[in-house]
């Protein structure tokens, strides 16, 4: 089955688009053509909108969905019209809170993004700079700076966890990756062992592990079996020897991986992300 996914908003359309897409998670037997609608903020916007809705439901056969964060009433009234199963996102919760808190909400679109926290703000920034700096092992002078640092064979999810590590909680995140140098030796620079009470070592499943080389550089050697097999075999051994935390990346989100690492963390050394 096919849908048309419409994610709109009179803003940027970043919380229609993450509570969307949490939404649509759980229904994966259904392929979501997804459409991003940022800016819908004008009766003439809106209205071109509709017509795109109409030109959807009549190339699938069925109303699109549409994700929607509008606080104008107006504009709103006009995609509810069209010709689609519109979910306000906002509704089920402002009024309620409204009733509970005794004051009014101001009805100002981009407010969820708005930096309320400057200095958290500049902690993440300074943060994502870091991961981008510190990615690949490129400076372990730096290991010493990072909140945490992950390790794991070529393609396991460092990068994008540390990344996002980064973004969501202000942790200054460090990878390394395991070379063939480090397999031959069947043990890591002492750059890393000096840093072992923040390590981590992500995991993956060697077919899912395959699937991904093999996107990157096809019918390669560092894409076939039995060099993702040796590698993850080579490395399980480098983890046990380091006795630190395994996380598997196979069937876990980004989410579910570095809320693994903030409980490690806290568990370890008491590192507090900023939130």
Not at 151 to 180: D, F, W
Request: proline share 4%.
């Amino acid at each position: 089955m096919k849908r048309t996914v419409f994610f709109v908003s009179e803003s940027t359309g970043i919380t229609a688009e993450t509570l969307g897409h949490s939404l649509l998670s759980q229904f994966d037997t259904i392929d979501f053509e997804q459409v991003y609608m940022p800016y819908i903020n004008t009766e003439a916007r809106a209205k071109a909108l509709t017509q795109r809705m109409q030109e959807a439901a009549d190339r699938d056969g069925v109303r699109p969905v549409v994700f929607a964060t509008m606080l104008d009433n107006e504009i709103r009234a006009i995609l509810e019209a069209g010709n689609c199963f519109y979910m306000e996102l906002f509704e089920g919760f402002v009024e309620p809170l409204s009733a509970e808190l005794a004051v009014p909400p101001s009805r100002k679109s981009g407010r969820s993004h708005a930096i309320t926290k400057p200095s958290s703000y500049t902690k993440r920034i300074e943060a994502i700079n870091f991961a981008m700096a510190n990615d690949d092992g490129v400076r372990p002078d730096n290991f010493k700076r990072a909140d945490v640092l992950l390790i794991g064979v070529s393609r396991a999810g460092k990068t994008p966890t540390c990344l996002y590590l980064a973004m969501h909680y202000g942790l200054c995140a460090a990878n390394y990756p395991l070379t063939e140098e480090d397999f031959e030796n069947g043990d890591v620079p002492q750059a890393v062992w000096d840093h072992r009470d923040k390590l981590f070592a992500l995991t993956i499943d060697q077919q899912r592990l395959h699937l991904i080389r093999e996107e990157r550089r096809p019918g390669s050697d560092y894409a076939s079996m039995a060099r993702c097999n040796a590698d993850i075999r080579q490395a399980t051994a480098i983890y046990k020897r380091l006795q630190i935390p395994v996380l598997n990346t196979t069937a876990q989100s980004i989410e579910e991986i570095s809320s693994h690492i903030i409980k490690g963390l806290r568990g370890k050394i008491g590192v507090h992300a900023h939130s």
